[in-house]
């Protein structure tokens, strides 16, 4: 027993400091420059060197991690098997079980605080991936610059499922979050309906449609947007990597909400987009979480799904 109490306890503190090492509280997205916008700062000052010896989707995974995305993956034998690791109810159960025969209820507290602990590291949302040339990007415009390329390849995306989607692009909330910087802003009457009752718990509750003028304050004004929903989130940028010789950033855009919108990311954004098996948001209609569960953790690349196997 005293042999599977201390793997445990070394395998979660071990997860704990990867995850510490590679996560930022962005806290540089919270900065505002000379024109009012977020400072984009590198996370990351060591340059992403591809590593040959494991799945492109866990290429894509350790790449993203300096923005605290993708923390956890690992390759797999079975690639649909693939998991963040995240410790569930019934591990939990087990480790409060230890804690208590070593050393009583102050044991339980301790693994308790720990499993949460690895959790919170273990918590992202889906995230775009994607990289954009330095020398494209210009002085004192790196927020704008990075929003508006993420933003160009959205908009394509969804005008390949909704067609007569009146797309308003990229907006800046006045006050920006740890997980809330961008939010991209459309409306399409059906697409919208459905988003905003994906996010709803009641799911039979009556869908009432946002008023830009009633709900946001956005740095660039309301430009008369009125009804809309939104894919939200925050923007960052993990780090570089060099491709065909040419010094990149990888920029990041983890969804914090809108979620319904994630799978015509998944199928349709150019570029990759990564997925956890299980994420949650809060709902819009009571004060409670909506759990999304899926077969596996795997990413997406411009439609085509990787998995994290063992090469």
Known sequence: M????????IGMASMLAVGCASTS????DKKAGSNGYPVLEVLSDKPYVWDDSVSEALNVARMAQPAGVGNGMRDFADGTLANTGRIGGGTRVFDAGLGLLSQGIFGVISMEALNQGVNRQLDWKPSIVDFIPVKDV???ERFKYVQNFIGDKLQDAFKKVYGGVTWHGPFTPKRVFKNLNTEYVLFDNDGC???LKFEMYNKN???KYLDANK???FIEGNQNIGMFCNYGGVISIAGKRLIDGEENYI???ESSFGHFFDSVVAKHYDGYFIMPEMYFFSAIDRTARVVINRDKASVYKSGSELLFTKI
């Open 215 to 217: 709900h946001r304050e």
């Open 2 to 9: 005293r042999k599977v109490k201390s793997a445990l306890v």
């Open 251 to 253: 920029v990041v855009f």
């Open 138 to 140: 210009p002085d004192g």
């Open 193 to 195: 309906k459905e988003s």
């Open 205 to 207: 509750s009556e869908v």
């Open 25 to 28: 509280d962005n806290a540089g």
